[in-house]
């Protein structure tokens, strides 16, 4: 074999080590990131059931310290949070590609469903910088890319611990309702609602138009009252919102027990009202 066959034949050998050691960092790195997109999933569907937004978006923000790009949790069809670190690229449609960034570098995307025992009703979406990839396999080990994971994995055991303290203060919620008319029960510190002893599944906002028609039964809030109390902050929030989430809530109701969509009341020219369940025909059967 002459010289240009050896160089050539070395060069294919380190090219194949390089390839298989690549292969195996990203396939590590997925896993990786798979099991610290899972985690935050868990503690974000306790975080969305308290009502507790301003944790969910500390997490998300907190994430941005480690290796995240970018966070993003929406439910119910509604984004809860979108925290990010400056322009990116748009995600792909599948989950675990790796993205091409302007840097030069490139981020790994991460889709996945929140936890639910419906089907799923949100989903977080993460971008993890994986540019420490393109430089190991250059052969320049990056120690920012080190400490980045490391901070990750920092995050990873904050985020159980989190998790574990916010399951030990629900099971010290209080055992009497906030709300209670008839068979619908409210209960503040859990952010939770029971029709007959069913829960009835909201996102935060429908939570906060039932624990308002509730909180005075048979009183007609206008649209301006409840976008008040449950846009606060908004300024683009209208009375269609109010529309659809009236809708929303009823839907939710009816899925609990048949016919309690009718607890919500449309008063034409002046706004809705909430009716207790008996009055519709609802008894705890």
């Keep these: 074999m002459g ?34 997109a899972a985690a935050f999933a868990e503690s974000a569907v306790s975080w969305i059931q308290q009502g507790n937004l301003e944790m969910l978006r500390t997490a998300a923000r907190f994430m941005l310290l480690g290796s995240a790009l970018f966070v993003q949790v929406s439910w119910d069809g509604e984004l809860l949070v979108d925290e990010r670190v400056g322009e990116l690229p748009p995600p792909p449609e599948e989950t675990g590609q790796l993205v091409p960034l302007p840097t030069g570098g490139r981020y790994l995307y991460l889709r996945l469903p929140i936890p639910s025992e419906e089907a799923p009703r949100g989903w977080v979406s993460l971008g993890l910088d994986a540019g420490w990839l393109l430089a190991r396999a250059r052969g320049r080990l990056v120690v920012g890319a080190g400490v980045g994971l490391g901070v990750d994995l920092l995050l990873l055991g ?110 034409p020219g002046f706004g809705y009202k909430l009716i207790p369940p008996d009055e519709v025909g609802l008894t705890d059967r």
């Design 158 to 267: 904050a985020l159980g611990l989190l998790l574990r303290r916010q399951r030990r203060r629900l099971g010290r919620v209080e055992d009497v309702p906030t709300i209670k008319v008839g068979g619908l029960e409210i209960f503040e510190e859990g952010k939770q609602a029971y029709l007959f002893g069913q829960p009835v599944r909201l996102s935060p906002k429908q939570f906060a138009l039932l624990r308002l028609l509730a909180s005075v039964p048979g009183k007609v809030f206008s649209d301006r009252e409840i976008l008040k109390e449950v846009w606060p902050d908004s300024r683009y929030a209208n009375s269609k919102d109010v529309k659809q989430y009236v809708y929303l809530v009823r839907q939710r109701l009816g899925k609990v027990r048949p016919g309690a969509e009718g607890m919500i009341v449309t008063v």
């Design 3 to 36: 010289v240009a066959g050896l160089v050539l034949l070395t060069g294919l050998t380190v090219w194949w080590v390089a390839v298989r050691g690549g292969d195996r960092e990203l396939a590590d790195f997925q896993a990786r990131g798979q099991a610290y």
